[in-house]
């Protein structure tokens, strides 16, 4: 497998899991918790398996390469957050830094992207980057508003589904630039 397929396989690897895990952060009243916390650790599993394969694919280090390990860490940190048996103040603090670390690696990729040449793959590229920025700082800042016993209402809801929609986003311009 080349690394432009490994860097399209890990992006849809990525997005794909990013859409499941938003699912299981939506209360669903006809799906048992447990399913939806199943489907949040099996699209934490498939994120931070998707991050990997895209830092693999890029060989000399730079602010992306750096970025997609810094996300897949935060993802390891929410699984770890979901499986451990911790206290719930300790898995809650596990899932707001995990989302922090990969609203920070998605930042360091957001910085590569504007010193590339301008295109519209690249503003794209930009946008994808932004809007999960965006949706993995709204997840924080709801654990944070629940740690500290006040209501998030659907912040962590909406901040799933903006990461989702970014994180397809990104594998579309990643395919887009893979196949030309």
Same mark, same amino acid.
Request: net charge negative; hydrophobic share 45%; aromatic share 8%.
């Given at each position: 497998m080349s690394n432009e397929q490994k860097a399209t396989?890990?992006?849809?690897?990525?997005?794909?899991?990013?859409?499941?895990?938003?699912? @299981?952060?939506t209360p669903i009243k006809s799906i048992p918790k447990d399913t939806l916390r199943s489907f949040n650790l099996i699209g934490n599993e498939l994120q931070a398996?998707?991050?990997?394969l895209e830092a693999d694919a890029i060989e000399e280090f730079s602010?992306?390469?750096?970025?997609?390990?810094i996300q897949a860490v935060g993802n390891v940190t929410v699984i770890a957050g979901i499986v451990i048996d911790f206290n719930d103040i300790i898995k809650q603090e596990l899932n707001i830094?995990?989302?922090?670390?990969?609203?920070?690696?998605?930042?360091?990729?957001?910085?590569?992207?504007?010193?590339?040449?301008?295109?519209?793959d690249v503003l794209y590229s930009i946008? @994808?980057?932004?809007?999960? $920025? $965006? @949706?993995?700082?709204?997840?924080a800042i709801s654990g944070i508003l629940e740690?500290?016993?006040?209501?998030?209402g659907? $912040?962590?809801?909406?901040?799933?589904?903006i990461q989702a929609i970014g994180a397809i986003i990104s594998a579309l311009v990643q395919t887009k630039d893979s196949s030309t």
């Open positions: 396989f890990g992006a849809w690897v990525a997005a794909i899991g990013t859409v499941i895990a938003a699912i @299981g952060s398996t998707g991050n990997a602010l992306t390469k750096a970025g997609n390990e830094k995990g989302n922090l670390l990969q609203a920070l690696g998605g930042s360091a990729a957001l910085y590569d992207s504007f010193n590339e040449e301008h295109s519209l946008y @994808g980057n932004l809007l999960q $920025i $965006i @949706g993995n700082s709204l997840q740690l500290n016993n006040r209501d998030s659907n $912040i962590n809801v909406v901040g799933s589904w």
